[in-house]
């Protein structure tokens, strides 16, 4: 049985998905006290930078579309950063409801292609140049849990997105995010932050760079 498999069977049994819970929930602290924000408080709506004519929670509390290009150069903080924005938009999907809920969904699986491209492209190969034997096998773990997402990604493109069966597709895919940052928070950015050092802001500004683009290619995507 594939790791990746052995991981989401793991998961379903129970224990392993409260652990990753409960890690979120620390990772969410992190970013300070965050109140609720009723729907029925949210800022007027407005189209943003992903197309989506939904203002979210996740967006008010982080500082609006501008936040989706990330406020950071360094890598590791902008990374963690582009994490933290999806955690608070899984929380806003599993209290949404309607067309909201569909808008963060799709708000939620661009959010996760533009980081694990950029993750693939230039993070990955800049941490495992650099980490030897142990960065290595990380890397490669980390890409294989890509690849499950980018597989249950596709699945739910070709779904109806109001159905049960893409609900618990997509439930299922934000549990294995959530362990995967949990790796790549607890273990790979550490490591990255001592092999990479004064190479990080560098290596940010190459991410932002890139982030950039494919979200211009996006958004040219959106409107053809
Ligand atoms: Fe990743
Ligand atoms: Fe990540």
């Known amino acids: 049985m594939p790791d990746a498999k052995k991981q989401r069977a793991g998961r379903k049994g129970g224990q392993t998905v409260s652990k990753d819970r409960a890690h979120m929930a620390a990772i969410g602290r992190k970013g300070g006290q965050r109140s609720r924000v009723k729907r029925s408080e949210a800022p007027e709506q407005k189209e943003n930078m992903m197309g989506s004519s939904i203002t979210t929670?996740?967006?008010?509390?982080?500082?609006?579309?501008?936040?989706?290009?990330?406020?950071?150069?360094?890598?590791?903080?902008?990374?963690?950063?582009?994490?933290?924005?999806?955690?608070?938009?899984?929380?806003?999907?599993?209290t949404a409801g309607g067309e909201d809920k569909i808008a963060i969904a799709d708000k939620i699986m661009k959010e996760l292609?533009?980081?694990?491209?950029?993750?693939?492209?230039?993070?990955?190969?800049?941490?495992?140049?650099?980490?030897?034997?142990?960065?290595?096998?990380?890397?490669?773990?980390?890409l294989q849990e890509h690849q499950s997402v980018k597989t249950a990604l596709k699945e739910l493109k070709a779904m109806d997105s109001g159905n049960e069966t893409?609900?618990?597709?997509?439930?299922?895919?934000?549990?294995?995010?959530?362990?995967?940052?949990?790796?790549?928070?607890?273990?790979?950015?550490?490591?990255?932050?001592?092999?990479?050092?004064?190479?990080?802001?560098?290596?940010?500004?190459?991410?932002?760079?890139?982030?950039h683009e494919l979200l211009e290619s996006l958004e040219s995507e959106a409107l053809h």
């Open 57 to 94: 929670a996740a967006e008010q509390r982080n500082g609006g579309a501008e936040h989706q290009s990330g406020t950071s150069d360094q890598a590791v903080e902008m990374l963690k950063a582009d994490h933290q924005r999806v955690h608070s938009l899984f929380e806003d999907y599993e």
């Open 113 to 142: 292609e533009i980081h694990s491209t950029i993750e693939e492209e230039i993070f990955y190969p800049a941490f495992r140049e650099k980490s030897g034997k142990q960065g290595q096998d990380m890397v490669t773990e980390a």
């Open 166 to 211: 893409f609900e618990s597709t997509f439930l299922d895919m934000m549990h294995d995010v959530e362990h995967h940052v949990g790796e790549e928070e607890g273990e790979m950015f550490p490591l990255a932050e001592e092999v990479l050092g004064n190479g990080l802001e560098e290596l940010g500004a190459e991410m932002q760079k890139r982030k």
